[in-house]
Structures are given as C-alpha cells and as structure tokens.
C-alpha cells in the first residue's frame, strides 16, 4: 500500500480549485453549444443562379415564414413550412459574422434575402449561427442540396436552398422547386 501526502497552501488549494470548476464549467458550455449547434458548409452562389433568382423575384415576391427557433426541431419545423424535408443528422452548424460591406457574391446574397423580406444589411458585422440541412425532397438531384438558415438571437434572419455541385445555384427558402436555378 502507497500513501502520497501533498503539502498544499490555502492559495494554491484555493486557485486548484476554481481551475477544476473552470474547467467543468466551459466543459459544460462547450457541450450544450455543440448540441445546439453542429457546423455547416458554406454558401455558394453561382452567376446564372442569381440572375435567374433575380428575374423570378421579379415577377413575384417572396414573403418569408418568421418564427423563434431556439431548437433543432423547430429548424426543422421552420423549413418544413418553408416546403423542406431535410436529414437531421446532416445538421452542421458554425459561426459566421456578416461582412460590414457587402460586395460581389455577398450582395448579390443580400439582395436575394431582401427579395424573402429578410434584411441583412441590419446585421452588417453581427455574428450569427449558420445552420445547414441536407434537403431531402429536391427533385432533381437526390444529393447536393441544402437548406442554409443564419439566425441571430433565436431568430431566422436569412435563408436558401443551394445546390453544392459545380453548376449549382442558390435559391430563395420559399416557392417550392418549380425554379432548379441550373
């Protein structure tokens, strides 16, 4: 039998301890962020896709559904109104700040979620949660598409369905899939 004995000040047993409570405590928080959020890919936007978002947003304009989605069921839920059947287990999530100006790609993105009643240019510089599904009624390509949400303080602020082959496209959440964007 082994007996160790430690000599310990009451400073450094002190500070041990807050070390160990710390530590569990960030533990803590690092495991309830990892399980309301996961992380996604990022959104890509091709040339044709936003031209043809552009001229369909023309002739008819998109309200979007609003609602509080504090959880991974009511994501789901939320982009089941939208019209989106999606793989929950494909459910990546990641931080992403919105850029304080917009240019290129990004504006193009702005302007397709101002079209959807969403307005991003609020946001210009925010963090927010990036939230991708994996979209499982799409017609025309069984893999490759997903559903992309950007929520901030629990709300959706901005969304679209994108399709992550080479000549994908990105579309607004609403309106079904009569517009393939390809």
């Known amino acids: 039998m082994f007996i160790v004995t430690a000599k310990l000040s009451k400073r450094r047993l002190i500070l041990g301890l807050a070390a160990v409570c710390a530590v569990l405590i960030g533990g803590r928080m690092a495991v309830q962020m990892a399980a309301d959020t996961p992380e996604p890919a990022?959104?890509?936007?091709?040339?044709?896709?936003?031209?043809?978002?552009?001229?369909?947003?023309?002739?008819?304009?998109?309200?979007?559904?609003?609602?509080?989605?504090?959880?991974?069921?009511?994501?789901?839920?939320?982009?089941?109104?939208?019209?989106?059947?999606?793989?929950?287990?494909?459910?990546?999530?990641?931080?992403?700040?919105?850029?304080?100006?917009?240019?290129?790609?990004?504006?193009?993105?702005?302007?397709?979620?101002?079209?959807?009643?969403?307005?991003?240019?609020?946001?210009?510089?925010?963090?927010?949660?990036?939230?991708?599904?994996t979209v499982t009624n799409w017609p025309d390509e069984k893999e490759g598409v997903v559903a992309n949400l950007l929520i901030y303080k629990n709300r959706v602020v901005a969304g679209d369905i994108t399709s992550m082959s080479a000549d994908g496209f990105t579309r607004a959440l609403t309106g079904g899939t009569s517009d393939s964007g390809s």
């Open 42 to 133: 990022a959104v890509q936007t091709s040339a044709e896709g936003t031209a043809q978002e552009a001229d369909q947003a023309e002739d008819e304009q998109q309200e979007p559904v609003t609602a509080e989605v504090k959880t991974g069921e009511q994501r789901i839920a939320y982009l089941a109104q939208c019209g989106w059947e999606v793989d929950e287990s494909t459910c990546v999530v990641q931080e992403v700040i919105i850029p304080s100006e917009f240019s290129g790609n990004y504006q193009a993105y702005a302007e397709l979620q101002a079209r959807q009643g969403f307005d991003l240019e609020a946001l210009k510089g925010k963090r927010v949660k990036q939230v991708t599904y």
